[in-house]
């Protein structure tokens, strides 16, 4: 299957400093990527749909001047936490839409990032 | 709201087949059915998806009822790294192709 590379894995950072993740789609070109962010013992929640060479959708209640989305390629995506408080830390995930045919799409995930704010 | 309903948890027994049901009675004529699961601290791995026939690929086996209103998804063979939270999901236009995660099941599979 296809490959969602997502880095850092983890951070640990103080409050108030910002942190950039980045998802890739390794060997295909993803024209929309997903975020989304868990918290413990709970469901993955959709923060925001980011497509190629636009702006970002957000989610309701997500504010995007604090998570900002950066969709320059069809095989980068970046998330930026800015000005990190504790209530940030959470398990950030990925996902890049793989599109088989007009009919057939598939998400695949990249492996997650465990933010820590101190 | 997730459009589907499952069980919080199952067991099985490692070696035998675990199946895993799954409600969605409000899916619509255009929406997939998709499962995947979420081993600790990973993300999502796919499993499978179908719209009306019943599908299999080489991890898994999904039913889907004649009138979609529900399905199951088999693994023939549980081992124990299959112990993990499973996910139903619906998809498709009338959603905007979202995937809305519900709870989903933790299935665990006993030696």
């Known amino acids: 299957g296809a490959v969602v590379s997502q880095h850092p894995s983890w951070v640990i950072c103080k409050s108030g400093t910002s942190v950039k993740i980045e998802c890739r789609s390794l060997d295909f070109q993803a024209t929309t990527m997903f975020w989304y962010r868990q918290f413990p013992k709970q469901s993955l929640m959709l923060m925001a749909t980011s497509n190629e060479g636009s702006k970002a959708t957000y989610e309701q209640g997500v504010e995007k001047d604090k998570f900002l989305i950066n969709h320059a390629s069809l095989t980068l995506s970046t998330l930026t936490v800015t000005s990190a408080h504790p209530e940030d830390s959470s398990f950030y995930i990925c996902?890049?839409?793989?599109?088989?045919?007009?009919?057939?799409?598939?998400?695949?995930f990249g492996s997650g990032t465990q933010l820590s704010v101190l | 709201d997730a459009k589907t309903t499952q069980p919080t948890s199952m067991d099985c027994a490692e070696g035998r087949a675990a199946n895993l049901p799954c409600n969605h009675s409000?899916?619509?004529?255009?929406?997939?059915v998709y499962w995947y699961r979420q081993i600790h601290s990973q993300g999502p791995q796919y499993i499978i998806h179908?719209?009306?026939?019943?599908e299999t690929n080489e991890m898994a086996s999904l039913i889907i009822t004649e009138d979609r209103k529900s399905s199951t998804l088999i693994l023939p063979h549980a081992t124990l790294r299959d112990t993990a939270v499973y996910y139903c999901i619906v998809r498709g236009k009338d959603s905007n192709y979202q995937l809305i995660w519900g709870a989903g099941t933790k299935l665990i599979i006993k030696p």
């Open positions: 409000t899916i619509s004529g255009n929406e997939y």
């Open positions: 179908g719209l009306k026939n019943n």
């Open positions: 996902s890049a839409s793989y599109l088989y045919s007009t009919s057939n799409e598939k998400l695949f």
